[in-house]
């Protein structure tokens, strides 16, 4: 599988990703640099965690204006996978790929520490590897990851399903204290309504070795290659 | 054609920093400071030749880039011509 790393200037966690997919899973991962305008044939996409454009302005909104964007939208459109992470979710709230807005953390303090995080959908590429409910412990590290929509666009949200991750204890409850930046209803990461193109602010690529502190975060990615090679043996299957 | 752009967040958005610098002001003193929220503000230089471009420019601008339309809100002050 090919995983196409979306690299904008001021993006930090690109080699994470890239390491993630190449050397640790041992699958074909390349960088595309934000003025491209195609992505290559890639079968995921992955919009890293960073400060593109130093969060001028506010966090991923320049970025959502990359040319290679457009051809994040049509991947997404087509059904690639998309998984946006910290940064990379901020664009795809930027672009609309995925609804609602980030805010300052409540608190206004960057929060770089493990933290818990409820899998709360095993249902989209980047999860089917899950248990419903398990508790990963991710890295995060933002100062402005405090999610935000509208009290009706979060009720769809949840209605649907889309709602993948939220901030959890150990132990697997939703609580405040457990919840680092004030995001409502504890979000940490979202999907599109049909549920390829995912955002979440942890950082799994960061959580893929047990030497760096946790490897829970792996499971996101063979989520995605177990994924794709399901449908490619669903292709065969109907030739 | 100068044009200023005010960006704020809209009133059912919680402004943490608006907050945090209602609290600091009322530790220095300043009870009757009840609320703050903080926003952007922007100067625009813009190449037109009517108040009415200048305005619909801005707002283009304002409404494509410089707020985010799911938590921000903006207003247009044109300079003089």
Redesign the interface.
């Known amino acids: 599988m090919k995983f196409a790393v979306v690299v904008f200037p001021g993006s930090n966690c690109d080699h994470d990703a890239y390491y993630a997919a190449r050397h640790v899973l041992g699958q074909q991962a390349e960088f595309v640099w934000h003025k491209e305008t195609s992505l290559a044939g890639a079968d995921v996409v992955m919009l890293p965690g960073g400060f593109s454009h130093g969060d001028y302005?506010?966090t991923g909104?320049i970025a959502r204006?990359s040319p290679i964007m457009r051809a994040v939208a049509d991947a997404a459109a087509a059904g690639t996978p998309v998984l946006g992470i910290c940064n990379g979710f901020q664009i795809l709230?930027?672009c609309g790929l995925l609804?609602?807005?980030m805010?300052?953390?409540?608190?206004?303090k960057f929060h770089c520490e493990i933290v818990g995080v409820r899998v709360e959908r095993t249902d989209t590429p980047f999860t089917s590897r899950c248990a419903a409910g398990e508790v990963l412990r991710l890295p995060i590290a933002h100062g402005e990851g405090?999610y935000?929509?509208?009290p009706e666009t979060v009720a769809e949200l949840e209605r649907a399903g889309r709602v993948v991750f939220r901030y959890a204890t150990a132990a697997g409850e939703i609580t405040d204290a457990a919840n680092p930046n004030?995001s409502v209803s504890n979000i940490a990461g979202i999907c599109s309504a049909a549920r390829n193109v995912v955002g979440l602010m942890p950082h799994p690529e960061r959580a893929c070795q047990a030497i760096v502190g946790s490897g829970d975060g792996l499971k996101l990615f063979e989520s995605a290659v177990q994924t794709l090679a399901d449908r490619g043996a669903l292709q065969e299957a109907h030739r | 054609m100068k044009a200023r752009v005010f960006v704020t967040l809209k009133p059912s958005v919680f402004d943490p920093q608006g907050h945090t610098i209602a609290e600091a002001l009322q530790s220095l003193g300043y009870q009757d400071v009840a609320d703050v929220r903080q926003g952007k503000y922007f100067e625009l230089d813009l190449r037109v030749g009517s108040r009415a471009d200048a305005e619909r420019l801005a707002s283009e601008v304002a409404d494509r880039v410089l707020a985010n339309p799911v938590i921000e809100s903006f207003r247009i002050e044109l300079g003089q011509q």
């Open positions: 302005l506010r909104a204006f709230l930027e609804p609602g807005a805010l300052r953390n409540r608190d206004l405090n935000y929509a509208p004030g």
